[in-house]
């Protein structure tokens, strides 16, 4: 593996796909419109690129460092493969959920896709307080078909031990056990809030309960191998695209080069936690409305997870010993885990390093009520998923905080 490659730019990218011929079908080389830099992530190059005939494709190339801060740190780019062979796998058992792949380019580090500018990134579009109808539903069966197929119960125990072997993600896992389980429950230099929320943050040092259900969760995001994840499935990481009604036209996941063979509660619970967090948004604009539908969408996806799980379980291997009852029992596990990464990653986007523009893009006076609702419903849902797992029940539960943090009840 080699760090000294090209770089993609706007002049050198109509050659590059003019050597290409595979895409020729895909846009015309000769007769490129637009190329755009759309890479709003943290750690790549992304390019739309927009031929005459109004047709696109995406480029997207790992950089050998963390594009968020920069060449002193350093990153394999080994890690746009991982997103491609991830890409293909979960194309096989849900294709319409994630972007077609036309061609990788493993000595540049590039991955040429559909280009899905007709769709939104979900968080931008819950930031404008748009509703789209379904997607909760779609990334939730994405979730069951994807990690089912992946499992010991979909692909039977030698592909899925050659799975975790060719899956192997450790620069990637390194910064997840890091900026999700580790430094914001300490003093860490990584870690940055408004001053406001200087007592928030120190309520999360001081919480004992949060650090050491942390170490659980971590412990169990570092060994327990049970299906090959999306491994940062937030709300930045789908598109969706829905009608004038907001009904769902198609929803895609996207951007996984997080992913790695980890516990089925981890996609689940960043889902939710997102959620959360564009639900404080929601209540610190005072969007009743469209609080009332995010407040719906951890129960939904939950609903569909559940119910595309069960539908696949009666073509698991090995019916003798894996039994109904285990079933009932690792759903059950699945969703107390859930919770708890939900917690872990609500903690780390207000805290740690990498934030959401849910909360940033907030007003000062706004942002600091959100990061404070956020953060104490990490704490109470770390301890209340050992009471009660009820998604539903959960999810007013964090409303209440957040809505009485708002209005300065809960100061
Ligand atoms: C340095 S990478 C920071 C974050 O960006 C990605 O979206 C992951 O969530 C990662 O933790
Ligand atoms: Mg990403």
Redesign the pocket.
């Known amino acids: 593996m080699s760090d000294s490659y090209e770089f993609l730019t706007a002049h050198n990218i109509p050659s590059y796909l003019a050597s290409h011929t595979e895409i020729s079908t895909i846009v015309d080389h000769n007769a490129i419109t637009e190329v755009k830099e759309v890479g709003d992530?943290?750690?790549n190059l992304v390019f739309i690129v927009t031929d005459k005939h109004g047709k696109g494709i995406v480029l997207k190339q790992a950089l050998p460092y963390?594009r968020?801060?920069g060449p002193s740190?350093p990153m394999s780019p080994d890690r746009a493969r991982i997103e491609y062979e991830t890409n293909v796998i979960h194309a096989q058992s849900a294709k319409q959920f994630v972007p077609e792949i036309y061609f990788y380019d493993s000595e540049r580090y590039i991955i040429a896709m559909e280009d899905l500018s007709d769709h939104k990134v979900w968080r931008t579009s819950l930031n404008l307080g748009e509703q789209n109808h379904g997607a909760a539903k779609s990334i939730g069966e994405y979730v069951a078909r994807v990690l089912f197929a992946t499992s010991i119960f979909g692909a039977g125990a030698d592909a899925h031990y050659k799975g975790i072997a060719r899956a192997i993600n450790p620069e990637l896992c390194l910064?997840?056990e890091n900026?999700?389980f580790t430094e914001p429950y300490f003093p860490a230099d990584r870690n940055s809030y408004l001053p406001e929320n200087e007592i928030d943050a120190k309520a999360i040092i001081e919480d004992s309960r949060m650090a050491l259900e942390m170490g659980e969760l971590k412990y169990k995001f570092m060994t327990c191998a049970e299906a090959l994840l999306h491994g940062?499935l937030?709300s930045?990481?789908v598109m969706v695209k829905s009608d004038a009604k907001g009904n769902e036209i198609s929803t895609r996941a996207f951007d996984s080069e997080?992913s790695f063979y980890g516990p089925i509660g981890f996609d689940l619970g960043a889902c939710f936690a997102n959620f959360y967090i564009a639900l404080a948004r929601a209540t610190a604009l005072r969007r009743k409305d469209h609080a009332d539908f995010i407040a719906g969408l951890p129960g939904e996806l939950w609903d569909s997870f559940e119910a595309n799980f069960r539908a696949l379980w009666p073509t698991r291997v090995d019916k003798r010993v894996f039994s109904d009852v285990l079933l009932e029992k690792l759903l059950s596990q699945w969703k107390f885990d859930a919770i708890g990464y939900a917690a872990a990653k609500m903690t780390?986007r207000i805290v740690g390093?990498?934030k959401t523009s849910d909360i940033e893009t907030l007003e000062p006076a706004e942002r600091i009520g959100a990061a404070r609702g956020v953060l104490r419903s990490a704490q109470m849902a770390i301890r209340e998923r050992h009471i009660n797992t009820d998604l539903n029940s959960l999810t007013l539960k964090v409303r209440k905080i957040i809505d009485e943090v708002r209005t300065g009840e809960g100061n």
Do not use: C, E, K, Q
């Open positions: 992530g943290n750690l963390v968020l801060v740190w910064i997840t900026l999700v940062d937030h930045g990481s997080f780390r390093l990498a």
